[in-house]
């Protein structure tokens, strides 16, 4: 079946450090493949979406790029600060299915 | 720009309690979803709405009911409560059929169980 991995459960850096967190997926269909952020206190919130068709998102700094040889999607910042400490989930959507299936997350930590 | 409100957003319950938690989105969107974040865990789905009229289970449905009573409101009822059960229910909207789509989440409902 359908499936993603995001072994990383805790990720602790300094400012200004590089970041990459990855996720692995398995399916027999076209993926769309979604990273979001969530906040102390507060919902999950998209940070990128990346499809088939641009293979790569950017936002707040933030750069999603998909792989499809080695079915793996990664999420990237050159330059973490304090205020990226979140919890990092990336998320699989197969064809025009309504589901997402969710990676368990993984807690970014950034020491000042 | 669109919110999705979740009510209560702390419920404190008894063990065998039956709990009833509220979201009401008005981004107008045709699918709502209702999750359960356990601490340190994923996002596992409890029950999702495609249409108004339709009812889905996801993946953690036993021990729970869901209603749909309008495209923009989405109920969602522990049948019964577990002792010492905590967790976070976050409820989650999205565009509609022919996705997938960004889904939007409200702020969660915090449940504890004494």
């Known amino acids: 079946g359908d499936s993603v991995t995001q072994k990383q459960g805790q990720v602790t850096l300094s400012e200004d450090d590089f970041l990459f967190i990855n996720c692995t997926y398995s399916t027999t269909t076209y993926p769309t493949l979604f990273w979001y952020v969530q906040y102390p206190g507060q919902g999950p919130q998209l940070l990128l979406k990346v499809t088939t068709a641009n293979n790569k998102g950017i936002s707040r700094g933030f750069e999603a790029t998909y792989d499809k040889g080695t079915t793996s999607f990664h999420l990237q910042k050159a330059s973490v600060q304090e205020s990226d400490s979140a919890v990092y989930f990336c998320?699989?959507?197969?064809?025009?299915?309504?589901?997402?299936?969710w990676g368990l997350g993984t807690s970014l930590v950034v020491n000042p | 720009g669109g919110i999705i409100t979740q009510t209560p957003k702390f419920l404190i319950g008894q063990e065998g309690q039956k709990l009833t938690l509220k979201c009401q989105q008005n981004?107008?969107?045709?699918?709502m979803y209702w999750y359960r974040q356990d601490s340190g865990k994923g996002l596992r789905l409890i029950y999702y709405?495609?249409?108004?009229?339709?009812?889905q289970k996801g993946d953690l449905s036993e021990g729970y009911d869901a209603s749909r009573e309008k495209k923009s409101s989405f109920s969602l009822t522990v049948t019964s409560a577990q002792k010492n059960e905590m967790a976070v229910f976050l409820c989650a909207s999205s565009i509609g059929l022919g996705g997938p789509y960004e889904q939007y989440f409200g702020p969660g409902t915090r449940l504890t169980v004494l």
């Open positions: 981004f107008n969107h045709d699918t």
């Open positions: 709405s495609i249409t108004e009229n339709d009812l």
């Open positions: 998320a699989l959507g197969v064809g025009d299915n309504s589901k997402l299936i």
